[in-house]
């Protein structure tokens, strides 16, 4: 499994970073935010033994259950960006972008 981003989704990420300081990816597992990835600033989210570091994005640590990598670990991950709303809780839906992952 990798994960890599865009030109636009690094972009906004280093925007990100610039305003809040470090922050790390978690794909989201379904409920609030179906499964997309979150952006968060890195200590918003506690990651555990149930967690897997998957790869980074411009630096910045990827993590998804384990449950879900043994799904996912067969794919590559791209994130880019679309204009809208993201996440209720990724850090991005405030700037008007949604870090998506994009099928490979």
Known sequence: ?????????????KRLREKHGPLLFHQSGGCC???API??????????DG???V???SQMPFYMSR????????????LDVKEGRGGMF??????????SPLPL
Request: hydrophobic content about 45%; some cysteine.
């Open 1 to 13: 499994m990798s994960v890599s981003a865009t030109d636009a989704a690094v972009d906004v990420i």
């Open 33 to 35: 935010d179906g499964s």
């Open 39 to 48: 952006c968060l600033e890195e200590g918003d989210l506690l990651i555990g």
């Open 51 to 53: 967690d897997v570091l």
């Open 55 to 57: 790869g980074t994005v």
């Open 67 to 78: 449950e879900q990598y043994e799904y996912w670990k067969a794919f590559d991950i791209l």
């Open 90 to 99: 990724s850090l991005e839906s405030a700037v008007g972008s949604d870090l």
